[in-house]
C-alpha cells in the first residue's frame, strides 16, 4: 500500500489560512468517508486533529476544518497561530483493516 | 484520566526479539480497536498492527508480518507486540493508539507517549 502524497512543507504568516493537501486514490482516500489529521509537535505524540473527513475531536478550535473531493483530502487551518507549527500528517482507510498515512507536511508560521 | 503507557522499549541487536506493552487505564479497554503505529528517527508515521476489540481480529504491515506478533489481554487491560528477527529497519519510536469509538478507522484518538526501540549490534 503506497503512502498517500502530501507536500513537504506549507507556510503562513499568523491570522492567515493555510491548506494542507492529501492525494490517495479510489482505493483509499475516494473510497472511503475514514481520513483522519494529525498535529505533531518535535518530541510528542501526535494528536487527532479532525477524523471521518471533517469532523473535530472535543477540544479542537474550529480553526480546523476538513474536506474532501474526489481522491484528495484537505485540512485547512485558519487564522493561524504560532503554535499551529508543527508536522500534519493525514491518514486513510485502504480497505481490508488497512490504514495508509501520508509523508507529512511541516507547517512554518512566518 | 484516559492513558496509554507504553514499556518495554529499549536497544536489541539485529536479529533478536522485544515485547512491547501498552497498559491502558480510564476506559473500558475490551471496547476498542488498539493499533500500534511507528515512527522511524526523522521519518513519518507507519501503521505496523493492529487488533479488534476481541482479538478474533488482526492485521500486519506487509514489513512486519511474520515477524511480529500482536494480542491483547482485556483482563489486564494491556495490548502487547511481540517483535521478532529484528532488523535496524524496525528501530523507531513504537506507539500505542486507541481508535475512537470502537471501529476501525484509522481515528487514533488516545496515543501513548511512545517506546523507543533502538536495533543495533
Known amino acids: 500500500q503506497s503512502a498517500l502524497t502530501q507536500p513537504r512543507s506549507v507556510s503562513g504568516s499568523p491570522g492567515q489560512s493555510v491548506t494542507i493537501s492529501c492525494t490517495g486514490t479510489?482505493?483509499?482516500?475516494?473510497?472511503?468517508?475514514?481520513v483522519s489529521w494529525y498535529q505533531q509537535h518535535p518530541g510528542k505524540a501526535p494528536k487527532l486533529m479532525i477524523y471521518?473527513?471533517?469532523k473535530r475531536p472535543s477540544g479542537v478550535p474550529d480553526r480546523f476544518s476538513g474536506s474532501k473531493s474526489g481522491n484528495t483530502a484537505s485540512l485547512t487551518i485558519s487564522g493561524l497561530q504560532a503554535e499551529d507549527e508543527a508536522d500534519y500528517y493525514c491518514c486513510s482507510y485502504a480497505g481490508s483493516y488497512v490504514l495508509v498515512f501520508g509523508g507529512g507536511t511541516k507547517l512554518t508560521v512566518l | 484520566e484516559v492513558q496509554l503507557v507504553e514499556s518495554g522499549g529499549g536497544l536489541v541487536q539485529p536479529g533478536g526479539s522485544l515485547r512491547l506493552s501498552c497498559a491502558a487505564s480510564g476506559f473500558t479497554f475490551s471496547s476498542y480497536v488498539m493499533h500500534w503505529v511507528r515512527q522511524a528517527p526523522g521519518k513519518g508515521l507507519e501503521c505496523v498492527s493492529a487488533i479488534n476489540s476481541n482479538g478474533g481480529t488482526t492485521y500486519y504491515a506487509n514489513s512486519v508480518k511474520g515477524r511480529f506478533t500482536i494480542s491483547r489481554d482485556n483482563s489486564k487491560n494491556t495490548l502487547y507486540l511481540q517483535m521478532g528477527s529484528l532488523r535496524a529497519e524496525d528501530m523507531a519510536v513504537y506507539y500505542c493508539?486507541?481508535?475512537?469509538?470502537?471501529?476501525?478507522?484509522?481515528?487514533?484518538?488516545?496515543w501513548g507517549q511512545g517506546t523507543m526501540v533502538t536495533v543495533s549490534s
Open positions: 471521518d473527513v471533517s
Open positions: 493508539a486507541r481508535d475512537i469509538s470502537g471501529s476501525w478507522r484509522g481515528a487514533f484518538d488516545i
Open positions: 479510489s482505493s483509499d482516500v475516494g473510497g472511503y468517508n475514514y
